[in-house]
């Protein structure tokens, strides 16, 4: 039993979501993306090989970045045991978002059969749509700072913001079917509805909030320690997790605990009592543990949100290993979360 399996349990608890269940055995999908990796480096497109396992696909285009979404399809993929069958499969998706000519150039091998119509690239638009069309297609998706920097995305043309310590929020045109991020000049074109980029990155959670389906699951972290799993299949799970609230009549005044270690899934804590300190070094833990284990990792660091601060809670693992054979893990918390922790009554020990 996978990890989520654990997490969610047997008997009458729900299910872990269908993109969880289908990674739960790797054996099929680490095939798969061995073919995959191979076969487009074969045609000359090593960037998009280089992320597979980070969920996405991305592809550095002329003066744009464009992403297209990989992990809805995967699995659907993986089972195609035809080679030409999952080759038509893949042309399909990549075609759909960059086009005939872009997929083709790189290398030589003949274009699509005739008799099979090659999806086209949407329009180009240098102003893009306007309001009345945008509204429903904006989201926001989190990006952690070391894929922006690694895959070196010009932030300058694109419609982001830093979010949290090691967090940029990126508005994304959401068609359904795939993601891609939206051209900065296109603000332009939306004056009087969302009037610069941190206007639109908050329009996008908000729409996030709105439409992204997502499973809330309360679990036993530990004795005395409970805490909350949020997943779903879309991309967006992590940016509508960053916007929980609590229910009418509930209150959260010391704020709560969060982790993002999947676009997919979140951790959440609100902070209430002691229970705050034991929820902290679960949190850390599972995070690191989810962040190395499942696709579309995004980032394996805990945050305290307080109103509309983020701070990091570090925490390192050690070479030693517990009683149970597990490696042991170092909290380090700042000054304001400790004293919060002697507030809410938790036993720090000599710490």
């Known amino acids: 039993m996978g990890l989520f399996g654990k997490i969610f349990g047997g008997g009458g608890e729900p299910k872990p979501p269908r993109w969880a269940r289908a990674f739960e055995t790797k054996a099929r999908f680490d095939d798969f993306i061995e073919w995959l990796q191979s076969d487009l480096e074969r045609r000359g497109i090593p960037q998009l090989s280089k992320t597979l396992r980070m969920g996405a696909m991305t592809v550095r285009m002329p003066k744009r970045d464009v992403t297209v979404s990989f992990f809805k399809v995967a699995d659907r993929l993986a089972a195609t045991e035809d080679p030409e069958a999952r080759r038509r499969e893949v042309d399909d998706l990549l075609m ?9 150039e790189a290398a030589d091998e003949p274009a699509m059969p005739e008799d099979r119509p090659a999806p086209t690239a949407p329009p180009a638009d240098a102003e893009g749509p306007g309001w009345a069309k945008a509204k429903g297609l904006l989201k926001t ?36 079917g795939f993601e891609h991020t939206v051209p900065k000049a296109h603000l332009a074109a939306w004056k009087g509805h969302v009037e610069d980029a941190e206007d639109a990155i908050a329009y996008g959670l908000a729409h996030v909030r709105e439409t992204e389906a997502v499973q809330v699951q309360t679990v036993e972290a530990m004795p005395g320690v409970e805490g909350q799993l949020i997943v779903g299949n879309g991309f967006f799970v992590s940016a509508w997790a960053a916007e929980h609230e609590p229910e009418e009549g509930e209150a959260w005044p010391h704020g709560v605990l969060l982790a993002f270690p999947s676009r997919h899934g979140a951790l959440f804590h609100p902070l209430k009592d002691k229970s705050a300190a034991g929820a902290y070094g679960w949190m850390a833990s599972i995070a690191r543990q989810l962040h190395q284990e499942y696709p579309d990792p995004l980032s394996p660091k805990v945050y305290w949100r307080r109103d509309e601060d983020w701070v990091e809670l570090p925490y390192v693992f050690q070479a030693a290993q517990d009683e149970g054979g597990q490696p042991r893990i170092e909290l380090q918390p700042p000054r304001d979360f400790i004293k919060l922790l002697r507030d809410l009554g938790a036993d720090l020990g000599d710490g």
Do not use: K
């Open 96 to 104: 759909a978002r960059l086009g005939r000519s872009t997929l083709h």
């Open 141 to 176: 998706q989190f990006f952690s700072t070391e894929y922006v920097e690694g895959m070196n995305l010009d932030r300058s043309a694109m419609v982001t913001a830093d979010f949290a310590p090691g967090l940029v929020a990126v508005l994304m045109y959401d068609h359904g």
